[in-house]
């Protein structure tokens, strides 16, 4: 007789089982955040459906029909034994951090958030913080907290690439990923900067394969090679946190050869603006103004000064028949002195020789000559005409659109460093000056970019904007202008928990949620009484400095409360941070819920037109987990948030479903989260009212909308008034005006003349006025990372970075047996020369140590890695008993995490605490550590270090793994 640990396995190519039923439902991956269509295979053979097989929707625009190997796993994700089943609340006596819970029932749950909640709502609503990690429901998320009161939310930008948004956005409206990218249709060199394989993984890889096919030329330039890098025709390795001393001689190098597009420079950007030159002014650095101009947006006046090269006088920009002088120093009638934004550009590159950023970065100098002028010829000499008509702002009307085939990419590896924002302006400014901007063969913007810039939502104001039992005059995130927008009190101290949009991280967009817990526990600039996380894995990976956060989770005041007192998780899975909570909200998995990837938020689009998405459960929630969506809109009901009630009090919305095609951004807009199939009868798209029977009818067409806008609308649409006219009748721009490059940033330089006391209103406090005045620099510059100028580099001579797994999501499948046999453990991937002048072995165990902490893990040999530079795969080192992995699994034995040897704060110049951020944005500086490493004694224990007690199994959690891991492709009896 068989055995059943002998038995064999299923055969998945027989016959169903007798009785059982088939049937395939379309919906939209999550096992990244790129957001593929996929088919889901179910078969119901008399124990409910059950997921069989995963494969790409063929008929979806993003993917069309690949899968990754993630996608495909998705599987294992669904019936993972580390799913939470029940909601939690910790048990009463037992101490946090020692994982004892007892099961409650949704009703308690409510009941007990409820009862907080409005207390602190009808109280001080700033002390509820939201956080959340990556999810994909900002909008609703945003609107929760905007309209509890609380300005403390953010989502996991500030911590991931918030430098790439904002420094593309401040300076081109738009910016990489789900707002704009490569044109590889047309390109013919591609140069990607900084990332590893990871944003728009599929897309990227389609679009790669394609581009070489067609002969493309593909370099890339990062410290490693791996990835989308690995295929590169050419690596160019780099120093991190350097790339922008490169770019900056790239850009010295197209000046100088004049190899940069004059025509679209000059037209396009505010190259051409004058520049008050005057010292002693008030104004000094901010364009000169015609007061005759445009004025269209108050703020953003279109009446800038140009210096006419045949009148030689200054006229009114962009006047019909002028062109503009783009070097040289002039004055005004009024004898203002001025120069040209592109001059001050010219003088601001003109020490940065290709031999200075040899210095820098470890490129060779004759090496950077010939990639910018590789840039330069391909730009100039290969240049695309289509033929398509269209008519620019100015009246201009154009026979084709034109472009120039040199497009980049570029991610986290170039943002995620405290000096990531300017050299992200600079890159913006290459791109710019090979004329590439929304133009075939280069960068192409997304639905809704290209906004102005910047985009015109402000954060809230100051402590005036937070009132009990009101919603915030403002969302609590936005985009920073002048002073005046700060989130700032009279004394200029900050007023969110995060510190952001305050005088140490002005452009904080995303917010910055590595510095929540750390400030939380400090109490600075205030304590809090609820923090609320929900996707975010806070007391692990997404943390720096994790080992000491830990604690600040579980330490108390003398009073013996902690010091956090309430901790709310919402997760789907057993994590490293649900053993933190005080109460534990069991999410649903993608396949068991409605989402809306919305145009409010992040959407899918394409380069031809807005593309919004969902996700339809596919199969029942498990046991009582319910969707954070359906738990966000029961509370704000609870809580009676006004856009969530009725007049007469009651309830708006039936659940999260009835929300999302109910909902308006203002009554009777026709805006809401989903564009398509809007209108009573589902025959309007991206405005229109709302339509009861949109779920199904996205549901019916592949789980997406995708409108493809008319050719003369999809190129040069910073400047294309068709294409403007119709943005703004369809709710995506605000104001129908140009939306200008800014090489030449007035914003910044609005906060340096701030910190100097020139005339902004706001000052920031003496001890941070250096510190602005330093990074708000209306060009780009290149410095060195914060942590790196702090660190002695003799004694810590080499940089450490990660890159998220091509096999995995951040920490999303450590609980995922196919993903698992990719990797259960990481290394420490170390050029051979380094590793071995320090007597290290391949595959030996070593120390890596930074000024903040050790740790122990395994080397690995790698040539793909320039020498100064070491780095391993983020989120594969575990905490044991997380993700319901046993204690003997390799991803706590031998996996680590390089999170130790970071800290989420830097020592100020004035002795104080900053955190280890970009000064101007909050984007963490995950990439910026200086370390050490040595061989582990032969003695040593043959473990990862540190090491962290085991975790009890939540009860709900499945405590066994028994016969799915048999489970091929059914079910076996
Ligand atoms: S890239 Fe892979 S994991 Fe990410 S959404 Fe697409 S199929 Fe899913």
Redesign the pocket.
Known sequence: MTSPATAPLHDPTGDPAPGSTTEVKTT?????????G?RVHLRDSGQGPQVRYIE?NPDHP??KG???????S?IMKQYSPARLTQPLKRKAGTERGSGQYEPISWDETFLILEKRLSHLRATDPKKFALFTGRDQMQALTGLFARQFGTPNYAAHGGFCSVNMAAGMIYTIGGSFWEFGGPDLERAKLFVMIGTAEDHH??PMKAMLSKFKRNGGRFIAINPIRTGYSAIADEWIPIRPGTDGALIMALIRELITLGLYDRDFVTRYTNAGQLVNQDEASDDFGMMMRNPEGDVINPLRHHNFMWWDREQGKPVADHAEGSDPRLFGEYAMPDGTPVKPAFQLLEERVRSCTPEWAEEITGVPAARIRALAHEMGVMARDQSIELPIAWTDFWGRKHKSVKGNPVAFHAMRGLAAHSNGFQSIRALSILMSLLGTIDRPGGFRHKAPYPRAVPPNARPPKGPASIKPNTPLDAPPLGWVETPADLCVDDQGQPVRIDKGFSWEYPFSAHGLMHNVITNAWRGDPYPIDTLMLFMANMAWNSTMNTSEVRKMLVDKREDGEYKIPFIVVCDAFQSETTAFADLILPDTTYLERHDAMSMLDRPISEYDGPCDSVRVPVLPPLGQCKPFQEVLVELAGRLHLPAFINADGGRKYKGYTDFIVNYETAPGSGIGFLTGWRGKNGDQSLRGEPNPKQWEQYAANNCVHHYSMPPEHQYMRNWNRGYLEWAQKVGLRRDLDPITIHIYSEFMQRFRLAAQGKGQGRQPPEALRDRVATYFDPLPFWYEPLEVQSSDKAAYPLAAVTQRPMAM?HSWDSQNPWLRQIHSHNFLFVNPKTAQAQGIEDGGWMWVESQWGKVRCLCRYSEAVEPGTVWTWNAIGKSKGAWSLTDKADESEKGFLLNHLISEELTSANGGKVSNADPITGQAGWYDVRVRIRAAAKDEAAQSWPQFSSTPALPGTAQTVPRWRAWFAGISK
């Open positions: 939209t991956c999550y096992m990244c955040a790129c957001r593929c996929i790409g993003l993917n690949i899968l990754c190997a993630k996608g495909s998705g993984s599929n999501y």
